[in-house]
T-cell receptor, first 112, second 113 residues
């Protein structure tokens, strides 16, 4: 069965610093990979997705993620974090024709 | 930009009562989903729905749960007899196809007392 792990439960970075959130998945074939962000009390907003092709994908709000098949990873990055990026970030795997499986989430705090 | 909407934003109910959570998916989407997120935990899949039928459901989606598309725009989740452990945020999502991005609504927070 597919699974998603996000090793970091909580990350704190200073505003302006770079960010990398880790995501590892377990799935027998090439998965469809997603990053969603959830601000406090809000729904899930899609940041970016990977289906196929270029393994470096660009998303909204200056985020990018890189799919590394050899490492079964899909890490999210941002070169310079803004205070408004403080939120919960969820990595998800969505194999064709099946439901999404979400990781446990990483809570990002941003220091001024 | 089209979006998924959900009503109500917050529902408080007594244990044993029935609740219906409503969702309006994006209009040209054909696949619909319900997920839930217990406070502080990860988002969990409940059920997917296509062509007026359940496509897939998780072990969470027991006989207390049902889904319906009563008309051309709404998609509902009914919990027949709520339990304390049903307290959670319930998210509706929709997609154009089963391999496409799922777009999520803002959620309904269900509190069972």
């Amino acid at each position: 069965a597919q699974s998603v792990t996000q090793p970091d439960i909580h990350i704190t970075v200073s505003e302006g610093a770079s960010l990398e959130l880790r995501c590892n998945y377990s799935y027998g074939a090439t998965p469809y990979l997603f990053w969603y962000v959830q601000s406090p009390g809000q729904g899930l907003q899609l940041l970016l997705k990977y289906f196929s092709g270029d393994t470096l994908v660009q998303g909204i709000k200056g985020f990018e993620a890189e799919f590394k098949r050899s490492q079964s990873s899909f890490n999210l990055r941002k070169p310079s974090v803004h205070w408004s990026d403080a939120a919960e970030y969820f990595c998800a795997v969505g194999p064709y024709g099946q439901n999404f499986v979400f990781g446990p989430g990483t809570r990002l705090s941003v220091l001024p | 930009e089209p979006e998924v909407t959900q009503t109500p934003s917050h529902q408080v109910t007594q244990m044993g009562q029935e609740v219906i959570l409503r969702c309006v998916p994006i209009s040209n989407h054909l696949y619909f989903y319900w997920y839930r997120q217990i406070l502080g935990q990860k988002v969990e899949f409940l059920v997917s729905f296509y062509n007026n039928e359940i496509s897939e459901k998780s072990e969470i989606f027991d006989d207390q749960f049902s889904v319906e598309r009563p008309d051309g725009s709404n998609f509902t989740l009914k919990i027949r007899s709520t339990k304390l452990e049903d307290s959670a945020m319930y998210f509706c999502a929709s997609s154009e196809s089963p391999w496409d991005t799922q777009y999520f609504g803002p959620g309904t927070r269900l509190t069972v007392l």
